[in-house]
């Protein structure tokens, strides 16, 4: 069975930095993409970011490019989204997801 | 930037009634490998989002086959034939057509009348 568990969100202030976590199991994860999505609060789905199974190459929407950084450890089967100079507008959960699957999501607060 | 349209952003429905979807995407969603990435979605709420329907029309496992998806090119549409309760929530389209990008319809919320 396919299981994604994201931690390592919580309350920041905003300038802060936060890294989130994804523990993935149930298939190869040094063969697949990883993915980061966020929804704020009562709003709807926004990519933030992706990465290619080997991790050479990653990619990003403008609203975070130059402030997130994606990668993944394939030894510890794990994702991470590093996430610098927070701003309220991040305020979101945060869910890591590997088509079609989704992990249940991490919650995110940016506020002073 | 691939944007996707969806319609109505609010469904109300009777249970057993037969609803529809529109999703409306702002470039050809048909991949040079033949496939369209085309996905639905449902976010029951206080829930992440769970995959229904892949490729335009393809069932994912365990989803009931009230459940259609159809669809090429720019326009598409999610069917419901006999809403049941537990359809409630939040249907998203998505495409990863264009990937590594993953663009998100606005959302159509489901509910009770």
């Known amino acids: 069975e396919v299981q994604l568990v994201e931690s390592g969100g919580g309350l920041v202030q905003p300038g802060s930095p936060l890294k989130l976590s994804c523990a993935a199991s149930?298939?190869?994860?040094?063969?697949?993409?990883l993915n980061w999505i966020r929804q704020a609060p009562g709003k709807g789905l926004e990519w933030v970011a992706s990465i290619n199974p080997d991790g050479s190459s990653t990619y990003y929407p403008d609203t975070v490019k130059g402030r997130f950084v994606v990668s993944k450890d394939n030894a510890k089967n794990t994702g991470y989204l590093q996430m610098n100079n927070l701003r309220s507008e991040d305020t979101a959960m945060y869910y890591c997801a590997r088509t079609p699957h989704w992990g249940q999501g991490v919650m995110v607060t940016v506020s002073s | 930037d691939v944007v996707l349209t969806q319609t109505p952003p609010t469904l109300l429905a009777t249970i057993g009634q037969s609803v529809s979807i529109s999703c409306r995407s702002s470039q050809s969603l048909l991949h040079s490998n033949g496939n369209t990435y085309l996905n639905w979605l449902l976010q029951r709420t206080g829930q992440s989002p769970q995959p229904l329907i892949y490729l335009v029309s393809k069932l994912e496992s365990g989803v009931p086959n009230r459940f259609s998806g159809s669809g090429s090119g720019t326009d598409f549409t999610l069917k419901i034939s006999g809403v049941e309760a537990e359809d409630l929530g939040v249907y998203y389209c998505m495409q990863f057509t264009h990937y590594p990008t993953w663009t998100f319809g606005g959302g159509t919320k489901l509910e009770l009348k």
């Open positions: 149930g298939f190869t994860f040094s063969s697949n993409w």
